[in-house]
């Protein structure tokens, strides 16, 4: 399973914000899921810095889907980088490629993302912890075409659960 | 001028939305603007067919850049189909290319229009006539990097006007 | 029916391709047909250029569709600019929306429009008159799934033909 | 190191090309290297099954980045698929991920992405074994603005000797 991460890059990623990705990260890792993100700093680092910080990560575990054209601007918690070379389009490629969102906190960025998951049928995570559009929007439909995938996640272990449990 | 039509497709696109916006389409083509839309039905080819049935359209005035690998699914008012093959991620070039944009109803296309164009910096109209994400999110600021650029509008007059002084 | 042109940017462009440009660009625009290109300056300006010239040109005549994720990067003479912000991607988006195209001369990037071309079924009319891939390849099969497509032609004469028949 | 592959997918890869696809796979991942390839059949697959079936393969070492909107079409040896819903724009993000591709047999669609790599300037082992683009453009030098990219390999044991020094 491929869980997608959404949130705050590192101009707008509170510190609060990061230790949760860090932890959410460790516990993610635990249970073996593979994370694609956007292969940046702020929310996304934070989780893959909690992924690489397991005893049980493995090569190959956090894949970074990039807007440049190479992979210098990929965080050091990235195994696999793709540049795509598109620019924010690739935050399409992140949500398609993702079974299952996690969204924490969230400016415009991260509302496109969770609108674009909504289009694709993807079930949303959204953690109501933090100020931002994964908070405001969790438990809302965004249009009458889908029912029921904005998912409000009040903890970490509410998190594992629903991963557990596909 | 490019003006970009972001709104509902002809699945969830009712008459009175349909009929405002052939109304639009025919005062925007009055003062020789250029439109930019995703060149499929409903609010896109309403705005489209007002521009084509004005006295004073001309050939290249309406701009369909479409999700699909050809042409077959443009709207009949289109006069330069653009088929990207690349899906909804076609609705970033929309927003990339409208020097600004109308938003009009808007389930979850729409949003992430209106999100993209956020975080491009451009100005979206908001016509808050019609239920949806549009009058939900006019005048509201999606995050703290941007501010005032969704712009609440009442009626055509009001767009007119800023299109002529935008 | 909608022209590609495809061919060297202005750090390649010979003086000699780009008055032939400029010569088929006014025979285009006289047989009324719209030029889609990758918007930049070379041979693609000299197209452009020739259209724009033109006694009988209309206002969206000449569409770029730019790599970049503005329009600043346009030649002078581009009626609509469509800023993709997706690089050389962009090159697919030119190939699909061509009718037909017309290449000259030619590097890498020429020959990865071709082959593209090759790929999507599209006819391509090589011109022989100036070394480059569009040369080497003309009359030739990229491969045994399609046949014939790429077509050598001597000049303007013989283009316009093709553009009349095609 | 991540290994591009590119060559025939499984219409027009002939099973003598899908054999040395298989031991070149296996030598690979002897090696430790990560391939990133379109993910679909023919010389990809048989690259990936070799990888998969080497004792020492790991989780996340073939990275398959998909022209469809879903994983449905990745072939069986795939850890990490990549649906971007681009179609064959995604040659593209393969090149760009990769640091050195190795291409072999080759229609136009191995073509472009030879023609892609060049204008990325990436190194491509070319494999002169087997008929196609590969073969016939090993050595060559596509235009004036890069040289020796494409390098002439002949067999496994030169191959895994340029990963080593690449």
Redesign the interface.
Known sequence: M?VGIIGPNN??CSEELYDFGVQLGKQISAVGR?IICGGLGGFMEAVCKGVKQSDVT????T?G?LPG??SDSANEYI???????????RN??IV??ADILIAAG????T??EI??A??LGKKVLCVTLFD??AKELAGRN?????TGLLIPVNNIGEIVDHLDNG
């Open positions: 491929k101009k707008i593979t493995f090569k190959g575990q894949i889907i054209e190479n195994d696999i980088s793709i540049p795509t070379g598109t620019g924010i389009t399409i490629i398609r490629t969230g400016g415009a960025g509302l496109s609108a674009f909504w289009q931002g559009w965004l249009d009458h075409r889908q």
